[in-house]
């Protein structure tokens, strides 16, 4: 994982400048966009933040609605969510 900030930006500034000149109008669409917040993208170097357990947690959300579609109990419903939201206990490692 990328960790210097001065080799984020110069990897992102390139690609970019490549994007731009590539003749593909979405792909200069695209990086004319995101050249804009290149310093959040330059930050995540440094700060890597993921939102990927949160969306794990939405879609098993979706999920329980889906599967519980015509309950009439919401706190079965919430109590699903609650129990889903419990860690996976084998993923943490044993102290000997």
Known sequence: MLRDKS???EGWTKRFETAKTSGIPRLE???RIKEKRIEG???HASYPISTSKLEGLNNKTKVIKRAGYGYRDDEYFFSMIRYLSIPDLSSI????
Do not use: G, K, S, V
């Not at 490692?93 to 000997?96: D, Q």
């Open 7 to 9: 080799l984020a930006r």
């Open 29 to 31: 669409r695209f990086a």
């Open 41 to 43: 993208l330059i930050f």
């Open 93 to 96: 490692p044993m102290i000997p």
